[in-house]
Protein backbone atom coordinates (compact mmCIF):
# COMPACT_ATOMS: atom_id res chain seq x y z
CA UNK A 1 0.00 0.00 0.00
CA UNK A 2 1.39 3.58 -1.07
CA UNK A 3 1.98 6.39 1.43
CA UNK A 4 -0.89 8.39 1.71
CA UNK A 5 0.26 11.84 0.32
CA UNK A 6 0.51 15.01 2.60
CA UNK A 7 -3.11 16.52 3.20
CA UNK A 8 -4.41 19.68 1.74
CA UNK A 9 -4.43 20.91 5.12
CA UNK A 10 -1.08 20.96 5.71
CA UNK A 11 -0.35 23.17 3.12
CA UNK A 12 -3.18 25.68 3.94
CA UNK A 13 -1.60 26.19 7.50
CA UNK A 14 1.64 26.26 6.48
CA UNK A 15 1.73 28.41 3.11
CA UNK A 16 -1.25 30.67 2.69
CA UNK A 17 -2.38 31.34 -0.18
CA UNK A 18 -0.80 28.51 -2.08
CA UNK A 19 -2.19 26.90 -5.09
CA UNK A 20 -2.69 23.25 -6.81
CA UNK A 21 -0.94 22.52 -10.12
CA UNK A 22 -3.02 20.30 -12.09
CA UNK A 23 -0.50 18.64 -15.20
CA UNK A 24 -2.49 16.46 -17.70
CA UNK A 25 0.13 13.32 -18.09
CA UNK A 26 -1.26 13.33 -21.96
CA UNK A 27 0.21 16.76 -23.24
CA UNK A 28 1.58 18.05 -20.11
CA UNK A 29 -0.48 21.04 -19.72
CA UNK A 30 -1.27 22.45 -16.74
CA UNK A 31 -3.00 24.66 -15.18
CA UNK A 32 -3.00 26.58 -11.22
CA UNK A 33 -5.87 26.76 -9.01
CA UNK A 34 -5.75 28.43 -5.61
CA UNK A 35 -6.25 25.20 -3.08
CA UNK A 36 -9.20 27.50 -0.89
CA UNK A 37 -11.05 26.81 -4.12
CA UNK A 38 -10.07 23.30 -4.96
CA UNK A 39 -11.13 22.69 -0.94
CA UNK A 40 -14.34 24.09 -1.67
CA UNK A 41 -15.31 22.21 -4.64
CA UNK A 42 -14.00 18.83 -3.25
CA UNK A 43 -16.88 19.33 -0.05
CA UNK A 44 -19.21 21.07 -2.27
CA UNK A 45 -19.21 17.87 -4.28
CA UNK A 46 -19.01 15.36 -1.30
CA UNK A 47 -15.38 14.22 -2.24
CA UNK A 48 -13.46 15.20 0.03
CA UNK A 49 -12.18 17.68 2.48
CA UNK A 50 -8.79 19.15 4.08
CA UNK A 51 -7.65 15.82 4.93
CA UNK A 52 -7.72 14.40 1.23
CA UNK A 53 -4.43 14.02 -0.29
CA UNK A 54 -2.79 16.36 -2.83
CA UNK A 55 -2.14 13.90 -5.03
CA UNK A 56 -5.28 12.41 -4.40
CA UNK A 57 -7.61 15.25 -5.68
CA UNK A 58 -6.93 14.34 -9.18
CA UNK A 59 -7.74 11.49 -9.17
CA UNK A 60 -11.48 13.39 -8.50
CA UNK A 61 -11.04 15.31 -11.26
CA UNK A 62 -14.31 15.68 -13.60
CA UNK A 63 -13.10 17.62 -16.67
CA UNK A 64 -10.73 16.18 -19.56
CA UNK A 65 -7.98 18.12 -20.30
CA UNK A 66 -9.14 21.19 -22.65
CA UNK A 67 -6.00 20.60 -24.93
CA UNK A 68 -5.73 16.78 -25.59
CA UNK A 69 -9.26 15.88 -24.13
CA UNK A 70 -7.29 13.39 -21.86
CA UNK A 71 -8.84 12.56 -18.72
CA UNK A 72 -5.66 11.54 -16.46
CA UNK A 73 -4.36 14.62 -14.30
CA UNK A 74 -1.43 15.01 -11.70
CA UNK A 75 -2.14 17.37 -8.85
CA UNK A 76 1.06 18.69 -6.64
CA UNK A 77 1.58 21.99 -5.04
CA UNK A 78 2.64 25.14 -6.35
CA UNK A 79 4.11 27.65 -4.17
CA UNK A 80 4.74 29.95 -7.24
CA UNK A 81 0.75 31.56 -7.38
CA UNK A 82 0.41 34.51 -7.42
CA UNK A 83 3.84 35.63 -8.29
ZN1 LIG B 1 -3.65 17.22 -22.16
Known amino acids: ???PSVP???Y???HPGVG?????DGCQASHDVSMEVV???????????E???VREVAKLATRPCARCG????GSRPAFSVGR
Request: one cysteine or more; glycine letters at 10%; hydrophobic letters at 40%.
Open 1 to 3: MPA
Open 8 to 10: LSH
Open 12 to 14: LTT
Open 20 to 24: LRFTC
Open 39 to 49: LDRLKHRGLGD
Open 51 to 53: RTG
Open 70 to 73: AMAW
